[in-house]
């Protein structure tokens, strides 16, 4: 998605968007409760509404969420106004060279799967030059195997007017195994209550 869409698409739905409505799944907080990775400096890229976020400064991390949307940025701002350690900026994902500091916890959730395929080396480039060396990578991304793709390449949804890419295990290793060692990679599921889960990828990293 491009600058214009996103903000398009959060002044169209704000936060009626589906992946504003599904909350902290169990799977993150479970991740946390388990001190994969211990309270830190962590960035959250492309943050949405907050919700992670905040999820996690309640828990002790210190953190700075971004996102390209100015009208995310200011519901994320509004929803969140008293929570201690947890700073919200407008920021493109792309330029994340321009950031003067680094981080011990990388986070992104439902963002991979929105950038093109020849456009990720460039991404995955951008989060290395903000995490420190030992650092932690979460990556959170659709599966080919859910039903809503059937192994498609991609899929267009018209009414966000976007592009989705979904992932295969493979993948991870392929794109982050120079810079990364992977972990794990598994499936989990997440979506709106009430409603059909979709399959994703997690894939939990440590920066080399």
Known sequence: MTEHTYEKIYREFGKNLPWCLEGVPKFFKSLIESKWVKPCKTLDMGCGIGDYANY??????????????????????????????????????FKLKDVKEKYDFVYEISILHN????????????????????????????????????????????????????????????????????????KVYMGRKGKRKRERWLCLMEKK
């Open 56 to 93: 996690l400064a309640l828990n002790g991390f210190e953190v700075l969420a971004v996102d390209i949307s100015e009208t995310a940025i200011d519901l994320a701002k509004k929803k969140y106004t008293s929570t201690k350690n947890l700073q919200f900026k407008i920021y493109d994902i």
């Open 115 to 186: 950038i093109e395929p020849k456009k990720r080396a460039e991404y995955i480039k951008n989060i290395c030059s903000v995490l420190n060396k030992g650092g932690k990578l979460l990556v959170c991304s659709f599966s080919k195997d859910d039903l809503l793709f059937q192994g498609k390449e991609s899929l267009y949804f018209p009414d966000l007017d976007n592009t989705v890419y979904p992932l295969e295990k493979y993948d991870f290793q392929k794109l982050f195994g120079e810079y990364f060692k992977i972990e794990k990679v598994e």
